[in-house]
């Protein structure tokens, strides 16, 4: 009887554990110094808010060189600081979010996609 209920504990433990290190335990690294190749006529901070805006992202301005994007779909919200380092590179920084880091780590590459497509159309 001893041996089943130490069987039955390890596992419970064992369990909690795989929980608990699940993929909502960490947000994703920070997209760090992204280059960019902007066409002529264009800014990269134009690049960043249509792209954000064609992704149903929610873009707002914090200063000169920071884009807040802000994503809402359902009861799942994600928010990131896009930072413009110069005329062809930026970082992104996570901000919020409630959703699994792999979900997170989908919706930001689709927007540094859209970025770049954005910036490259005159």
């Known amino acids: 009887m001893k ?3 130490i069987v ?6 064992g369990l909690a554990g795989c929980q608990s290190s699940g993929p909502e335990a960490a947000l994703p690294a920070n997209v760090e110094n992204m280059p ?7 800014t990269l901070k134009e690049a960043v808010v249509t792209a954000a805006t064609r992704r149903r992202w929610m873009p707002s301005e914090l200063g000169d060189a920071t884009i807040r994007c802000t994503l809402v779909q359902r009861s799942h919200r994600v928010v990131v600081d896009v930072h413009l380092l110069d005329a062809n590179h930026y970082s992104i ?14 919706w930001v ?3 540094q996609r859209e970025i770049a497509r ?3 159309r005159p």
């Not at 960019?36 to 264009?42: D, I, K, S």
């Not at 920084?93 to 989908?106: D, F, G, H, T, W």
């Open 3 to 5: 041996k089943l209920m």
């Open 8 to 13: 039955v504990v390890a596992g419970a433990l």
């Open 36 to 42: 960019v190749m902007v066409a002529q006529g264009r």
């Open 93 to 106: 920084r996570m901000v919020e979010s409630n959703i699994p880091a792999r979900k997170l780590a989908q």
């Open 109 to 111: 590459n689709n927007l």
């Open 118 to 120: 954005h910036a490259a």
